[in-house]
DNA sequence: AGGACACCCGTACAGGTATACGGATGAAAG
DNA sequence: CTTTCATCCGTATACCTGTACGGGTGTCCT
């Protein structure tokens, strides 16, 4: 059945505490918007190795993560859009950056959740 | 040009830096899937609803999100087999949770984040 | 037993998203 | 000024993912 429906909830007490403050559905689009951003092997390594090296031209991205050049530019291109990647260009080299507005406990969270992960064959806390 | 190819690196130090320290492709795919998971609305509302009441069925969970039941039931499907969400299954209902171990630093900035993003018409830093 | 209800599952469909290719832009080197 | 090089852009294609629909299983109530 479609959303429109009349249904007679279970525990009607907790259904109207979660509904009172339950977040807006922009909100919660807004913030998968970044965590999708994040939820991409390409763009995750990627966003490792600026952290590590400052800056890099995706060239060089593409010969540090082993991928396509293709490839690196379009994650490029999108997490530039989002403001989370800054270029700089010099030349006809294009440096690219973390923002300084990159959120901060996402980034440690996930960069340190990488290290774990890489150098634990198997692990328990993802 | 595809991944395979012979490249001369622009600033070869910074390259060779984040090559030795880079993460596996295999955990960062591991990571992505779990973020993946956080980054989709009904899925993030869900998370939100569970963290704030403890337990819920899927029906109270449509009437708590105003989505289909179909909608919760399929996100309930991949947050259980990922091991995030567990089921208690009481007679013909199925009250659903947090797993004890949902990673906490995801889940308190998501949710966090989400609250922020609820009450604030625009914001800044996501 | 019979009917109503809560929920799950398999399939089909539509939308978004990543990748590969070709060409275009702009800067530097000969 | 032509060539080389780093990068970007538009398009086409394959893919993954969420949603909708129909049917099925088990449980409770009368």
Redesign the interface.
Known sequence: ???T?L?R???PE??A???S????????????G???L????VR??LI??LD??????V??L????????DSVSYALRLLRTAGLVVARKAGR?VYNRLAD?F?A??RN??LR??????YQAED???
Chains 1, 2 share one sequence.
């Open positions: 059945m479609t959303a429906e249904r909830p279970i525990d907790r259904v505490h979660a509904r403050r339950l977040p807006s559905a922009e909100g919660a689009t807004r913030l998968t970044l965590l999708s994040m939820a991409d092997p995750l390594r490792y190795a590590v090296t400052e800056e890099l031209c060239g060089d593409a010969l540090a993560l082993d991928t396509s050049e080299v507005d959120p406990p996402l969270y996930c959740q990488l290290i774990a992960l890489t328990s806390g993802v």
